[in-house]
Structures are given as C-alpha cells and as structure tokens.
C-alpha cells in the first residue's frame, strides 16, 4: 500500500481537509488493494460515484496522487487495482491532462533515483501506469503523451528480470489500436529502430507481423527493404532465422499449451505475400520438425489445426499429406499410455470448430478425407466414432459417406498416408502385407459408416437405409456377377472380403440394428413430428419398423441371381424364412385392431428372429419354428384342442426366456419390449415358467442355453489345454489355481495313494531290469527307460489334477452365468409388476420372490450375490409393496388371500433373521392393503356409525372405516398372535418397527390390539418387552385416527388402564443399573408424559394417587438413579403432577454420593497422608439427622444468623448447605411433598452460598483429592531449589490432620437432634 503522506507531483492545497472528511472516503484505496477481484472492482465503482456527486479538486487531486502511488505497490494484487481505477478515473474526467499524470508517474517512480532494492516497484508502477493510460481510451487521441508512453515502453524492455515480454506486448496492444495516420506520424519514426531488429526477437518480430497487416500502406515492401534489406518478411534468405525465432517462441510458452500469436501472425503474414508453401515446406516441415522437441512439435500441430480456416483446397490439401501430418499420426499411435500426453482431442476440436465455422462444401470434405486417409498400417488415426461428421452438411456428408463405401470397396492406399511406428518396424510379422492394411481399413470403415447413423448429424431417411443396405450386404452376401438392379452389386470388390471380414461387418451390422431399434423419427414432416411426441423410436416417418425394411432388402438379396449368400440357406431354413414373411404381413393386416399391441410384439420378434437366421442357422431355426407355430397359435381363432398342451403365452415365454440367455444387447431389449406388450395375456402357467428360473431350490437341474453353450466351449479349451504338457499359463485365471491347490490336496488323498503305489510299481519295474544289482549299477538304457516311465507317469497325474481344477472352475463359470441369467429375468418380473399391478397373478410372485431374498441373505457374499439380492429387494419393495396400484378383483380369492396373510405371518414369527422377517411382514401388509381397498359383493359387517365432530375433523374418516373385504375377526387374531409372541417370546425376529408400521398404516387395527399391548407393559417376557410395549402404546395413543373406533368411556378407560399398568410396572423397579431396567424406566416415563398430558387437557376423571406415591418413591438415588435422560423424562412427567424440578438437587446429592461408596472400603493400611476423610453434609436428608460439615466440624444450628459466620465459612471452606438453615416450611418446598413432620427440603442454602459451593468444587477437581481438607488453603507455589518451603508444607499438613482428628472425636460425643 502506497504511503499516504508520499512525494508526488500533484501537490493537495488542503491534504488535512480532506483527511478531515470521513474514513468512508479513505477506505475505497484500502479496498482497492486488496486481493479479492470483486471487492477491488465495487471500490473502484464507488470512489467513481463519490467523485462524480462531490465534484471537488482536492478530493481528484488527492485521488490521483493515491492511485499513483499505488502503482508500484508491493503486493501484486494491489498494482492492477490501482491502475484499474486510474483508467476508470480518467476515462471518467477528460479534463485531467493526460501528459501531467504521465508526468507524476514518471517522478514518483522514477528509475534512476530509486533505491536498487526498489527498482522491482517503481518498474511495475511505471509499466501499470502506461497500462492505466492505455486503458482509459484517451491515450491515441493524446499524440504527445502516446509519444512519451512508447518511449518509457521502450526504456522498460530493458527491465526483462522484473517485466519479462510485458512492454512488449503491451506496445503490440497500442500499435493494434493506433489508427494509421497516427502511426505513420508519431509511431513509426521512434519504432524504426525496433521494427529494424525484427530478426533479433520474437517480440520484435511481433511488432513487425502486427504492423505489417495492421498499416500495409505505410510497412509495404519499399520500406520493409529499408528497414531490414528484403522486402518481404517470408523468403528464402529469412526462413533460417524464422524457424530459430519460431522455435524460442515455442520454447517459451510450453506451460500455456496454446499456439504463440506471433507463429499465427507469421502464418497470415506468409499467406498475404504468397509464400505459404515456402513457408510451410521449408520452415515448417524442413525447419520446425526437425529438432524433435515436445514444444515445437506440439507447436506445429496446433499451426496445423489453426491454418484449416485460411487455407484454399489445393493449401490444405497440400497440408493434410505433409510431415506434419505423418508425425501427428506417430503422435497418436505411440502416445496410447494413460500417462502420456495426448494431442488428438485437441487437434478434434481444431478439426470440429473449422467445419462448424466452413459453408464450403469441398473444403469440409477435403478435411475429413484428408484426416480419414491418415493411416497406421491401413488403420486410420481419427477415431472411427468421432462427433466431427455433425457439422458437415448434407450434401458433403453424402459425398463422404459415397467416398468411405468407395474405399471399403476398392481401398487405395495411394491416396492415404500411411505410416508406421518404429515399434511396428522392429516386428515385421504384419508389416508391408496388403490384406493386412486392407482388412484393417475395413474394419474401421465399417464402423464410421454405422456409427454415422448414431450420431446428431442431420441425415435423411434414404442416407440411413443406404447405410444400412450396404453394412447388412456386405455382412452376409457376395456378390456374383455386378446388376444395376442392387446398388451394393453394382461395383465389385477389388480384393474379396474373407470370413474375418465378413463377421466384423456382422458384429456391426447388429450394432448398427440395436441403433436403428432406438432411432427418433427422422424428417420435418407433420407425422414424423407427431410420432416424436409421442416418443416413438425404431420407425420411418411414415410408421415401417426399420427392420421391416431390411427384411424385405434380404428378401430381395435371397431371390437374386446375381448374389449369394455367405452362408446359404437349407430348403427347410428357406421355408421357415418364407412363412415368416407371410406371417408378419398377415400380422400387419390386424395392426388398426384392438390387440394391436400383441401384433406389434410378434411382428417386431419374427423380424428379429428372421434378420438372426443369417448369423446362426442352426440355433435361430428352433426358436423361429417354436415361435411361428405361437403366433399361429396366438391368433388362430379355434380353441385349444388339450388342457395339457401349453398355450402361445406359455411357448412366448420359453422363447423369450431362451433369448434372455443371448449375448446380445438388442435381443434382450426387444425381449423385454415384447414381454411387456404380451403381459396382459399372461397366465398362471406362463408366469410360473418365469418363477421357477428364480426358484433358489430348483438352481441344480436349471440348464439354460447359454449355460450349455459356455460348457461345450469350456470342454474344448480344456482338452486344448491338456494337450500342452506342463503348460502353465493355461487360460484358467491364477487366483483361483492358487485358492484352488490347497483344497485339490487335501481332497484327493485317495487319488495321491493311487499315484503313489503306481510310482512304486513303476520304480519296481526299473529295479527288475536291472536284476539283482544296485540302482547305482543301472546302465544308460535302464536309466532312460525309467526316466521316461516316470515322466509318463507324473504327466498323466498332472493332467488329472488340471482336468479337476477345470471342472471346478466350469462348475464355478457355470453359476455365474446362472446368476447373471436370473439379474436379466428379474427384468421381466418388474415389467410385469409395473405394467400389470392390477393382474392377480401379482400374488404368485411375493412368494418366490421371498425365497429368493432369504436364500440370497444366507448364501455366499460376492459381489453378484450382492448385486442379485438388492435387485430382488428393491423390485419387492417399490414394484410391489409400495405400488400405488393393486388389483380390485379378489372377492373370490379373499379366502386364500386371508390365509396367505396368516402363512406370511406365522414365517415371519418363526424366522430367526429379522431382515428377512421384516419383508414377510411388509408383504402380509400389502395383502391387507389389497383386502381393505376391495368391496366384497356380499355386504359385510357394516362400520359403526361415525360422530359429527370426528367426521368433519377427520375429512377421510369413512375410507378408515371401511374393512373392504377383510375378515376383521380372523386378521385379529393373526396379528395378535405375533404381537403376544413379540412380547412375550425372549428371542423373537418381529420388530417394534414391524407393528408401528401395521398401526401406521392400518389404524383399524389399533383397537383390537390395543389391549394386548396394555396388558404388556408388566406381562412382557422381560424389560426390553415391556419397554416396546411403551414404545409402542405411546406410538398407538399418538394416532389421531384411534378416536374414531373408540367411545369416549372406551377411550378414558384405555387411559385409566395404562396408567395402572405403567404404575404397576414401575414398582417392581429397583436400582437401575442394567441398561435394560433404564430402557424400561425411559419408555415408560416416555408413555406417561402422553397419558397425563391427555388427562390434563382432556380433563379425564382419572385417579392418580398411587401413581403420584410411585413417582416420589422413585426420585431416590436407588430409584433412576443418576442417569440425566432418566432425570429429565422424570421431571417432565412430574410437571403434569403439579411438581417442579429442584434447583441444584444433583449438587445436593454429590458429597452423599461419594461417601456412600467409602462406608463400604474398611480393609487396607494407607498412610494418614493418603487417607481420604469420610465427609459428609451438614443437612438432614429424608428425616436424617445432620451429621457434621466436611471440614469435622458439626453442622451449624438452624437459629444461626446471618453475619455470624465462623473464619472458615467466610473463607467458603464450609459446604453452603451448612451456614444458613431456613425454618421449616410448609406442606410443600420446591414442589417435593413433606412425607414426614421433622423432613427438611433439599438446598435449602442461598444463591452466594451456591456460588461459593461450585468454586469450592471446581477447586476440588482441579486439585485431584476432594477429601483432603489442606489443599483448599492457598499454598504458596513450589520453585526449584526450595526445600524449606515444602517442609513448611508438610508440617502444615500434619497439624491440619491432627486438627482433623480432634474436630472428629468432638463431633462424636455431640448426638444430632432433629429439627422440628
């Protein structure tokens, strides 16, 4: 911050008169140095304001001086703050010379008088106040003062150490703003020298670019050959020192990450003089690239990507096949490591911003070929899923998509740049072979041209089936002999597609289709319009399936000469594709009818089917025929021959089921899609096939396809596997060889004995060929024939011991699949459950589902395990038991559905889990939900007539009412059942929480219960029991809807029988030191604050005598003893009984508290020093009679006056309670009753003794020893070296104990007399 009292130029006449005018005015410089923008900004706005309303010259002289002085602040955030506001001030004041402040910056901070350690300051406040001057838009019009400020840049330039390129740049920033004539006059004479040594700097040659191009009538060539000997700035004899000063350039901005300005400018420049391909082939690709250096090179990449917008089509065709291109393109392939960095997502946003900003159709193309030709190896560098192509217009997206098919077809790698890593070098497997490059090409292509169809790019409806065409036909057929009939026939591969070809395009054909199936209506027409309101995907504007379409293009393909197929159809799979077509087309006849959902769903599965039987014939032939024959089935209108033959819904099922098993994506989906078109002909036989996939206890003989598939496929690379002799790395994961060793030798013991006694048959043998002589004399012959035996022998061993360990690993496979399989039928079931909540088959599921849940709960905890059992618990709970929607037809099923409640009910009780528990219940709940939202047809028991009063509070007291079809009577005794054995069972799976949420939400069952719960606030099994039944019965009593099944003389005697059940159970209260006595003692005090308080208010005619006694009996210290929650529930149900807590009664009670426990400690030899003294207090306590104060002193009589206090009471050595006695007092003190006629309330001393009490206490606990009397006299501090004073201490000590002694025999010869 600049000194207030500073040396400056402009001099205030007054600086104490405006000192004098407030600190308001003074606070806008403080606030205009500090480090927050924001703060800086509405300080530099409000000092504008105060000076334009004062209009006075000393406050704008003052001003000035200020923001002068702060230029060359210290701290770097307060330096722009003053210049800031320095522009701001004379933009606002034009009558304020410009040359004077110029002027007063140039004295204060003047470089040649400055102090050396000052110089940092005055260069910035030098720099900034040029910058302030700039900025306030009045400096080009001052010639003068612009002058002077170009000098003093000028002189500044030479600070690098503290400046760096600032001055520069700032005079690039002045010249850019000076208008041309200003320039020639003023500028360009004192630049001459700078604009003379372009070649020296790149900031030099910055000045130079910008004035190039911003006065080409003052630096045309004439002047330029004056200035430097050549009248252009791009030429041969200047490409040297260019590419030098490029390279400083790029050197010096590599932490920016951007291209420097003056490389852009060089480039503009090159462009106006007609010499960009010098510049680009020889300063660029000869110059630039060569050094090999991150900065430069990244450098050229980002002039690449920039040039794209300047250049004309032969320019950047010439670029997009240069050096630079070929080295981005090793870029890219060799920077694939996640640590590296990467350039491509850059040069993609250079490449998206020029065809978003380019309307010219040819140049857009050029780029996208020109960077698609890049390749590695035949592999393009610009990824195959780019979202470049949406910028490109139609016409040159169509040209593009023309050129990819073009080269899919006859690919040429003349027109690509193809290159390849040093890496790719090295290992010349792959290298230099065309199919190679070729087939890489393809695959690429075939990817760009699906994924064109997935992109936001605007496209019409013939650009997507032309791709689509061409990806199916290419996929699946050759062609023969070329025909203009078929556009994909018409031009022939120069190089046959083979079979890896064939089903890469094949893969993404099926990509392509599943984008197809979830594609927004294309077009601007009304129809297409409206058909996207109403979010339907998959179809043309005019409503055909898109896969409809491609049918019927294979239909053609099938009934041409001039192609074949890739893998020709059978008579019998011809047949079946000839009646599918049929079908869908007797389909699309019913499409306007009422079951249109239904035609929908089959027409949109045969097509499915028909498209798959290109791919795999075999497998897609059995589900095609089952599913041709289900939809004859389906609508044919003749009934159905056998009850035992499965109907189409039940056939529907197994289908979709079986392609639930498939890999695919689309498959799946479309699955789903036709099971919730087919849900509202679901039958119980139908949704029981889906079930028993999830049934836990049918997983053993579940065989699914893709089970099966896996299985073979796993045999084959078994056998493949044993085949290598001590092959160890087999395709078996190492973990689970490794977890897998342990268990295999343990349990193959029988199978070792084997091994062992073949080994030694085997060493026997080697023995016998050698006769009777030693091993050791074996000869060569015996020696390797042995050696092979046994090597035979431990290789059939170790083949056995793997074949296991594959078994295992395939069992282990194997139920992961089925796992996986079961996550994709729980779809289904929550379609089902979502679109069918009103179907009564809803019922059949809750069970299974069930069982899954707590198979799940005890089964193995991995993560799919996981997985499976979230998914099933979060279909139960929100697709079931939380649907809004229930069915409303169950008048038949209302006997089974009362008896699937009690079944529910009673698992739930015999469950040991209580989280499984809880979703037995939460589904009985829902039966019940179903029950009472039902009308039975025969009338049952009408509902009780319901009061004036309660019908208008209660607006939906007749739907609470109402049971529906519930048997009240038989429901009753369900859950009474599990309530009792809730509360009276020690180890029950039933939760408080279970029932509160059955009065919570059925509060017609809150009556019926209600005495249960009562009669188990004292017949509860233990506390814990008793203890929820005072949960519970206070969350009953709360339920405002009770009142409406209760009478009035009902509700009162419910209260009145509470209250005796609470009193009962709080007799049999003891000393509270289990946690399960405070519980109870807490739940209860909980229940009585509701029921007094509904006593109270309610004015009921309730006794509360002997509850009254109860309570007082239990404000003992062995009653709740110390606990402060139990306290305080205590005094609030005390409240409603007319008592109010005492003050300090835990204050009170502390000193008998802690002497109770030394009553008990008479063993034990401590020295005196270490004993603590058994004080107790000075007050009768409950008819007690005093005993003597803490220091042994006996109690003060009552009579004593005030004023009359012993040395030690003034000192606050004496408990407060001892000093001042009140008179006996009435009935009541305090609000505690007088049970006896010489009682004595609790604190009866005054506030200053209180006070003096606490201090008393806190000075104990800061001590360490409450009983020991000497520690409550100051002592004086112990120092080092001072062993008299602690002697003196301790002599202190021993007398107070001698005097201790006496006080006690004195106090036992006094007898306590009562007081009346």
């Known amino acids: 911050m600049a000194e207030l009292g500073g040396q400056g130029g402009g001099v205030v006449a007054d600086p104490r008169g405006v000192l004098r005018q407030g600190r308001a005015f003074l606070d806008f410089f403080w606030d205009i140095a500090k480090p927050e923008q924001e703060v800086r900004l509405a300080a530099t706005e409000n000092l504008l304001r105060h000076l334009k309303e004062g209009r006075k010259d000393d406050e704008l002289k003052y001003t000035l001086k200020r923001l002068v002085e702060g230029l060359g602040a210290t701290r770097e955030a307060a330096r722009p703050g003053f210049s800031l506001a320095l522009a701001q001030v004379l933009q606002a004041f034009e009558e304020i010379p410009m040359c004077s402040v110029l002027e007063q910056i140039k004295e204060k901070h003047n470089l040649e008088k400055v102090k050396k ?143 420097p300005s003056v490389v852009f400018d060089v480039l503009r420049v090159s462009l106006k003089e007609g010499a960009f391909e010098l510049f680009w082939k020889e300063g660029v690709e000869n110059g630039l690239l060569k050094e090999k250096s991150g900065p430069v090179s990244y450098m050229c990449y980002r002039l690449l990507g920039s040039a794209l917008p300047l250049l004309s089509l032969d320019q950047l065709q010439m670029v997009l096949k240069g050096k630079v291109m ?21 040069m993609e946003g250079y490449i998206d911003e020029f065809l978003n900003s380019c309307d010219d159709l040819e140049r857009q193309l050029a780029v996208m070929i020109g960077f698609s030709t890049l390749t590695n190896q035949g592999y393009p560098v610009l990824s195959s899923s780019s979202r470049v192509v949406r910028h490109l217009q139609p016409v040159a997206l169509q040209k593009y998509v023309d050129w990819l098919k073009d080269m899919f077809l006859r690919p040429d790698f003349d027109c690509c740049l193809d290159f390849s890593s040093n890496r790719q070098k090295q290992n010349q497997e792959n290298v230099n072979i065309p199919q190679h490059k070729i087939a890489r090409l393809r695959k690429w292509i075939i990817h760009r041209l699906a994924n064109i169809i997935e992109s936001p790019v605007k496209k019409e409806e013939s650009l997507v089936m032309d791709i689509s065409r061409f990806c199916f036909f290419h996929a699946f057929f050759e062609t023969k002999k070329k025909t203009s009939q078929i556009c994909e026939a018409n031009v022939l591969p120069s190089d046959p597609l083979d079979e890896e070809a064939h089903s890469v395009a094949e893969n993404y054909f099926f990509g392509l289709l599943q984008t197809l199936n979830t594609l927004t209506v294309l077009g601007d027409t009304a129809k297409a319009a409206a058909l996207r309101e109403k979010h339907i995907h998959g179809v043309t504007a005019d409503g055909k399936l898109w896969i409809f379409l491609l049918v019927e293009y294979a239909n053609k393909l099938l009934s041409s000469e001039h192609v074949k197929a890739v893998k020709p159809f059978t008579k019998g799979q011809r047949d079946a594709w000839e009646r599918t077509l049929q079908s869908v087309k007797n389909l699309q006849k019913k499409e306007n009818k009422s079951d249109s959902a239904k035609v929908i769903a089959f027409q949109q599965l045969l097509l499915l089917m028909a498209i798959h039987l290109f791919k795999d014939q075999s497998e897609t032939m059995d589900i095609l025929s089952d599913l041709l024959n289900c939809t004859e089935k389906a609508f044919s209108k003749e009934p159905k021959k056998k009850k035992t033959e499965p109907g189409w819904v039940e056939v529907m099922v197994e289908i979709l089921l079986s392609l639930l098993a498939q890999p695919s994506l689309l498959v799946r989906r479309i699955s789903k899609s036709v099971f919730v078109r087919i849900c509202p002909n679901l039958t119980k036989r139908g949704l029981q096939l889906i079930l028993d996939v999830l049934d836990p206890y049918q997983e053993q003989n579940e065989e699914s396809a893709v089970v099966v598939m896996e299985e073979s496929e796993k045999k084959i690379k078994s056998a493949q596997d044993t085949d290598e002799e001590g092959s160890e790395d087999s395709s078996d994961e190492g973990d689970t060889e490794e977890e897998n060793d342990s268990e295999d030798e343990e349990k193959n013991e029988e199978v070792d004995d084997d091994f062992r006694t073949q080994l030694m048959n085997v060493l026997q043998a080697g023995n016998a060929l050698g006769g009777d002589e030693s091993d050791e004399e074996l000869d060569d012959e015996a020696m390797m024939a042995l050696d092979k035996n046994i090597s035979a022998l431990f290789a059939e061993q170790q083949k056995r011991i793997q074949a296991k360990k594959d078994e295992k690993d395939r069992m282990r496979k194997e139920k992961i699949l089925r796992r996986d399989f079961k996550i994709k039928v729980l779809d289904l079931i929550e379609a089902f459950l979502t679109k069918q909540s009103e179907n009564p088959l809803v019922f059949d599921v809750i069970e299974p589902l069930l069982r899954v849940i707590e198979q799940c709960m005890s089964s193995d905890s991995d993560k799919q395990e996981i997985d499976f059992l979230q998914k099933t618990a979060n279909i139960f709970k ?58 039975s047809d025969k009338s049952s028991t009408p509902a009780t007539p319901l009061p004036e009063k309660q019908s208008n509070t209660i607006p939906q007291a007749c739907q609470l009412l109402s049971t529906g079809c519930l048997d009240m009577e038989r429901v009753t005794v369900i859950y009474q059942q599990a309530l009792t054995q809730f509360l009276t069972k020690r180890n029950s799976a039933l939760t408080s929480s279970m029932f509160h949420d059955l009065f919570r939400r059925f509060p017609i069952m809150c ?78 005090l909980e229940l009585l604050n509701i029921l007094l308080k509904t006593v109270t208010e309610q004015k009921l005619r309730v006794k509360l005598t002997e509850l009254d006694k109860v309570l007082v009996a239990l404000n003992q210290p062995e009653g709740i003893g110390n606990s402060a929650r139990l306290d305080s529930l205590y005094w609030n149900v005390m409240r409603w009984l007319n008592y109010t807590k005492p003050k300090k009664e835990k204050t009170a009670n502390k000193p008998a508290q802690e002497a109770e426990p030394l009553k008990r400690k008479k063993k034990g030899f401590l020295p005196e020093t270490k004993k603590r003294k058994n004080r107790k207090k000075g007050i009768e306590e409950n008819g007690v009679a005093p005993v003597a104060s803490e220091d042994g002193e006996p109690a003060a009589p009552e009579e004593q006056l005030l004023g009359t206090e012993t040395p030690k009471q003034k000192k606050g050595l004496v408990p407060s309670s001892s000093k001042h006695k009140n008179r006996n007092r009435g009935v009541r003190e305090n609000g505690v009753p007088v049970t006896g006629s010489g009682e004595e309330a609790v604190n009866g001393g005054d506030a200053v003794a209180d006070k003096k009490k606490k201090k008393k206490n806190m000075n104990r606990k800061r001590k360490g020893d409450a009983g020991n009397e000497a520690e409550q006299v100051p002592a004086a501090k112990k120092t080092k070296g001072s062993v008299s004073q602690e002697i003196q201490q301790k002599q202190g000590k021993a007398n107070q104990q001698k005097q201790g002694k006496a006080k006690k025999k004195r106090k036992e010869k006094k007898t306590p007399v009562p007081q009346e």
Not at 157 to 176: G, W
Not at 188 to 193: K, N, P, T
Not at 332 to 339: A, H, M, Y
Not at 907 to 921: E, G, I, P, Q, R
């Open 326 to 346: 070929q080295q981005y393109g090793e870029h890219v392939v060799t920077t694939q490591l996640p640590d590296r960095f990467k350039f491509a997502p850059e």
């Open 1007 to 1084: 009556k019926p219960l209600v005495d249960t719960l009562v009669k188990s606030i004292t017949a509860g099994a233990r506390q814990h029991q008793q203890a929820q039944a005072c949960l519970l019965l206070q969350k009953v009593l709360l339920l405002r809807e009770l009142k409406l099944f209760v009478t009035e003389e009902e509700w009162e005697e419910l209260i009145r029988e509470s209250i005796s059940q609470v009193t009962e159970s709080l007799k049999m209260v003891g000393k509270c030191i289990v946690k399960a006595d405070k519980e109870k003692v807490a739940k209860s």
């Open 878 to 935: 929100n697709s079931l038991c939380r649907t809004k929607q229930y069915c409303k037809r169950v008048d038949a099923l209302k006997e089974d559905l009362h008896a699937f409640v009690e079944r529910l009910v009673k698992k739930a009780c015999k469950h040991t889990d209580s989280s499984v528990a809880l979703y037995y219940f939460s589904a009985s709940l829902y039966l019940l939900k179903v029950l009472r939202g039902n009308t």
């Open 117 to 259: 350690k000052l110089v940092r300051n005055a260069a910035f406040g030098n720099f900034f106040g040029v910058v302030a001057l700039f900025q306030s838009g009045r400096l080009i019009k001052d010639r003068k003062a612009l002058l002077e400020s170009i000098q003093l840049l000028q002189q500044l330039a030479h600070h690098q150490a503290h400046l760096r390129d600032l001055p520069r740049k700032t005079l690039i920033d002045i010249m850019s703003e000076v208008p041309e004539a200003v320039f020639e006059e003023v500028l360009f004479g004192i630049l001459q020298s700078d604009l003379a040594s372009a070649f020296t700097s790149p900031d030099n040659l910055h000045l130079l670019l910008v004035g190039i191009q911003k006065f080409p009538s003052v630096l045309k060539p004439k002047n330029l050959k004056k200035l430097f000997g050549s009248p252009t700035v791009v030429n041969e004899k200047n490409i040297p020192r260019l590419v030098e000063l490029l390279q400083s350039a790029a050197k010096s901005e590599k932490k920016d990450k951007k291209l």
